[in-house]
């Protein structure tokens, strides 16, 4: 009887330890409470999270060498200073341009390792370059 106790208790304790804990869906929130598998990501120009593939000025990956092209949204500031840009390249979930002056470039600070630029393209569009070559329009 003590043997199929203990045969019992140690079978059990086995099975407890060797269930795997399933990761609950939408309980993968970042430091700013977005749930990334959601789609969402902190805007830093809207503080608040947003979902990219919702924005209104979307562009898509030029002369990707993966077999799938990306997109990428751009979000601007109220006063039209700053636009934001996800880039799914670095540690950054997204990049802050400035536009300087009147201008109608927005480039990315000296603290970017890259160079990015936003420039208007044909009637209302975009394009975003990173060292001067295209890579977003």
Known sequence: MKK????????????ML???????????KDVHGCIGSAGYTYSQ???????VF???IKLKEVDSDK???S?????????????EIFIPDGAAKSIILERQGKSRVWKSGKAIKDTYLLVPYK??????KK?????YQ
């Open 4 to 15: 199929t106790i203990l045969f019992s208790l140690m079978f059990l304790s086995s099975l």
């Open 54 to 56: 919702e924005q209104k």
């Open 67 to 69: 077999g799938y092209a």
């Open 45 to 51: 120009i809207k503080n608040e999270c947003v979902r």
């Open 123 to 128: 009637k209302k569009g975009y394009q975003i």
């Open 71 to 83: 997109m990428t949204a751009v979000i601007f500031s109220k006063n039209l200073k700053k636009a």
């Open 18 to 28: 060797s269930q795997k804990k399933t990761p609950v869906v939408g309980n993968d």
């Open 131 to 135: 060292d001067d070559v295209v890579i």
